[in-house]
């Protein structure tokens, strides 16, 4: 069974930390890119952070270069978010790829979490 479960979403004072968390299947996890996007009203999804499959090689947005940080251990994804910004806030999804590469597309990753809600005030 195929399945990404995100967590640790909530509401943060702007300049505060919160960390995400996305627990993964291991036949998607293992050796695939995954990443993290998010989503407002009004606007198209878009990718915040990946990770390729061997958690060596990673790429940011340049909204969260410097606060941001994605990280992958144990058949889970993280996303630790420091110094946040009213415009972070949105819908944040765990995404993973099943084919080679690691693009920031949203096209080309297959699996997706149900996402989970990030409000700064």
């Known amino acids: 069974h195929v399945q990404l479960v995100e967590s640790g979403g909530g509401l943060v004072q702007a300049g505060g930390s919160l960390g995400l968390s996305c627990a993964a299947s291991?036949?998607?996890?293992?050796?695939?890119?995954m990443g993290w996007f998010r989503q407002v009203p009004g606007k198209e999804r878009e990718g915040v952070a990946r990770?390729?499959?061997?958690?060596?090689f990673t790429f940011y947005t340049d909204s969260t270069k410097g606060r941001f940080t994605i990280s992958r251990a144990d058949n889970t994804l993280h996303l630790q978010m420091t110094a946040l910004k009213p415009e972070d806030s949105a819908i944040y999804y765990c995404?993973?790829?099943?084919?080679?590469?690691?693009?920031?597309?949203?096209?080309?990753?297959?699996?997706w979490g149900q996402g989970t809600q990030v409000t700064v005030s």
């Open positions: 995404a993973a790829m099943v084919t080679t590469g690691c693009s920031t597309s949203p096209s080309t990753f297959s699996y």
């Open positions: 291991p036949s998607i996890y293992n050796n695939h890119c």
């Open positions: 990770i390729d499959g061997s958690g060596r």
